[in-house]
């Protein structure tokens, strides 16, 4: 039954950790955009430039590729899809929640994250909606 759990519940959880507990930051009071955006490691590109990667763009390269395989996993028509898309549902609120109610998510970062959760409902509600409008279409003319 781990197979109906969003994938995405990954990223929204490890960003729960990282501004709840303000595990990276420091002692002091935790300022969301400094935490996301503080250079982990840096990246030197052809053009002499150096790319900094932070928390946040790691949270969102992990968001992307359990996006890419929420969409695959959207296109199955077994029953444990339907318990997929209604827990995708359910975690989309409470993102929206709180990125609208608690002050350490109202970051770019986190709307990212929750307009990735978004796509995985709508995708998930409108991939089902096609096969089965295509599965009554094909029982129609047979």
């Not at 899809?81 to 409470?94: D, G, K, P, R």
């Not at 608690?102 to 990735?116: D, N, Q, Y």
Request: charged residues 10%.
């Amino acid at each position: 039954m781990l197979i109906a759990l969003p994938l995405l519940l990954i990223p929204v959880v490890l960003y729960n950790i990282i501004i709840l507990t303000g595990v990276l930051g420091g002692g002091g009071q935790v300022v969301p955009d400094e935490v996301l955006r503080e250079a982990l490691f840096s990246i030197p590109m052809a053009s002499g430039a150096r790319w900094n990667v932070g928390v946040g763009d790691l949270i969102l390269f992990l968001s992307l590729i359990l996006l890419f395989f929420e969409l695959l996993k959207s296109t199955s028509s077994q029953k444990v899809a339907i318990v997929n898309h209604a827990l995708s549902m359910i975690l989309f609120v409470v993102c929206l929640v709180e990125f609208l109610l608690i002050r350490g998510f109202a970051t770019s970062t986190f709307f990212l994250i929750v307009v990735m959760v978004m796509l995985d409902v709508l995708a998930g509600f409108i991939v089902t909606i096609i096969s089965a409008r295509k599965d009554l279409d094909f029982g129609s003319t047979v």
